[in-house]
T-cell receptor, first 112, second 114 residues
Framework: SQQGEEDPQALSIQEGENATMNCSYK?????LQWYRQNSGRGLVHLIL?????REKHSGRLRVTLDTSKKSSSLLITASRAADTASYFC????????????FGQGTTLQVKP | GAGVSQSPSNKVTEKGKDVELRCDPI?????LYWYRQSLGQGLEFLIY????????KSGLPSDRFSAERTGGSVSTLTIQRTQQEDSAVYLC????????????FGPGTRLLVL
């Protein structure tokens, strides 16, 4: 079963603009992760934020986590055409130690 | 080193046939996971293996689905008597251990059941 919702489902921006994607989840979590998927194949891990963290940065990526609202956001700054992909949030619940529970994903198109 | 590999890349089969999908995890990774991605259901967990512990099969959708992991390395996902709703991309991932949360995904096997 899916953990929650991602918003928006699709996003189209111009190169150089920032892209923000949001994710909500339902249960108590150990951590939340963001993955990227190109062309419907393998997933690439982007960033992991733990339940006791509020914000994390990695290059042009900024992730926030609000456990009181059970939500997270992924910000991609200065987007590039190569950032065009689907982005998924995934959680590992506090009650288990392994499986990822994925959101529905946001499809991002960055126009050159 | 090499990443997670899966074979075949694509598989077309007829309804009712059995299929086997293979996953080679990253060398040294003790945890291995199978997920399925379909249009209607998104990304779903199927099963994971951790070392010699009993696998967590809680995500397998029916008893037609089974998986094994031989020698703590290669894993095979078997679907018996395939149905059209089994059509999906089957993704395998591995991690250093169950508690090392970053999972590294393979390219997937795209299964089409006619």
């Amino acid at each position: 079963s899916q953990q929650g919702e991602e918003d928006p489902q699709a996003l189209s921006i111009q190169e150089g603009e920032n892209a923000t994607m949001n994710c909500s989840y339902k249960t108590s979590i150990n951590n939340l992760q963001w993955y990227r998927q190109n062309s419907g194949r393998g997933l690439v891990h982007l960033i992991l934020i733990r339940s006791n963290e509020r914000e994390k940065h990695s290059g042009r990526l900024r992730v926030t986590l609000d456990t009181s609202k059970k939500s997270s956001s992924l910000l991609i700054t200065a987007s590039r055409a190569a950032d065009t992909a689907s982005y998924f949030c995934a959680t590992i619940e506090s009650s288990n130690t392994g499986k990822l529970i994925f959101g529905q994903g946001t499809t991002l198109q960055v126009k050159p | 080193g090499a990443g997670v590999s899966q074979s075949p890349s694509n598989k077309v089969t007829e309804k009712g046939k059995d299929v086997e999908l293979r996953c080679d995890p990253i060398s040294g990774h003790t945890a291995l996971y199978w997920y399925r991605q379909s249009l209607g259901q998104g990304l779903e967990f199927l099963i994971y293996f951790q070392g010699n512990s009993a696998p967590d099969k809680s995500g397998l959708p029916s008893d037609r689905f089974s998986a094994e992991r031989t020698g703590g390395s290669v894993s095979t996902l078997t679907i018996q008597r395939t149905q059209q709703e089994d059509s999906a991309v089957y993704l395998c991932a591995s991690s250093l251990s169950l508690h090392k949360e970053t999972q590294y995904f393979g390219p997937g096997t795209r299964l089409l059941v006619l």
